[in-house]
């Protein structure tokens, strides 16, 4: 799993201002998915993206959120006018298939909203 | 919508020995697969087992196996002869199918280990 590689791996934000969080996925991989943590929680589904397209973003708050996963480059979650409940860890697995049987997720980004 | 419980938010194992981390779940799918992930103080998800519904054995990887029992709908974690570096958050996980075609998991709320000298 060392080879999805997110950063930042820790990310520090006032209130209003907009968060860029970046994962790379694994060499290979074209299949992409965003969980979020919040503390003494359990991962939670927010988006699937598979190149250029957005598949399934049912876990995403309307508002405020957006990802996207370009024909070249890293995918993006951007976040933006952060609130101090955005503050969590935001992990990005990808997969070979989008089986999640091969997933492999990334070390997660913390991001802390002042 | 599909439902982990993780009932043990804490638990303290003496080092060698074997530990079992609980997880039930509740699926209407027939077809569905069961994860476990350790998750150390440093924050990174590690993958350890998977277990498909339709396995007849149960899965083992090295220290690690699934004692999966479908008609109880629990598939818990087994730790033999625990070591120090076992000690972190421990995270059940089910795939369910999405309205949209794609895998997506489900995780549980987690137990947090400690191997204790």
């Known amino acids: 799993n060392a080879g999805v590689m997110q950063n930042p791996r820790h990310l520090v934000r006032r209130r209003g201002q907009e968060a860029r969080l970046r994962c790379s996925p694994m060499?290979?991989?074209?299949?992409v998915y965003w969980y979020r943590q919040l503390p003494e929680e359990g991962l939670k589904f927010m988006v699937y993206?598979?190149?250029?397209?957005?598949?399934?973003e049912s876990g995403m708050p309307k508002e405020r959120f957006s990802a996207e996963f370009p024909k070249e480059g890293p995918s993006i979650l951007r976040i933006q006018q952060v609130v101090r409940g955005d503050s969590a860890a935001y992990f990005c697995?990808?997969?070979?298939?989008?089986?999640?049987?091969?997933?492999?997720f990334g070390s997660g980004t913390q991001l802390s909203v002042l | 919508a599909q439902k982990i419980t993780q009932t043990q938010p804490g638990m303290f194992v003496q080092e060698k020995e074997a530990v079992t981390l609980d997880c039930t779940y509740d699926?209407?799918?027939?077809?569905?697969?069961l994860f476990w992930y350790k998750q150390p103080s440093s924050g990174e998800m590690i993958f350890l087992i998977y277990?498909?519904?339709?396995?007849?054995q149960n899965a083992t990887e090295g220290r690690y196996s699934l004692n999966f029992q479908k008609a109880r709908k629990s598939a818990n974690l087994v730790i033999s002869a625990s070591q120090l570096g076992d000690s972190a958050m421990y995270f059940c996980?089910?795939?369910?199918?999405?309205?949209?075609?794609?895998?997506?998991?489900?995780f549980g709320t987690g137990t947090r280990l400690t191997i204790i000298p």
């Open positions: 699926t209407s799918d027939q077809s569905y697969g």
């Open positions: 697995a990808s997969s070979p298939t989008g089986g999640n049987e091969k997933l492999f």
């Open positions: 996980a089910m795939r369910e199918l999405s309205n949209f075609g794609n895998e997506k998991l489900t």
């Open positions: 277990q498909g519904s339709y396995d007849e």
């Open positions: 993206l598979q190149k250029e397209n957005i598949i399934d």
């Open positions: 060499k290979g991989h074209s299949h």
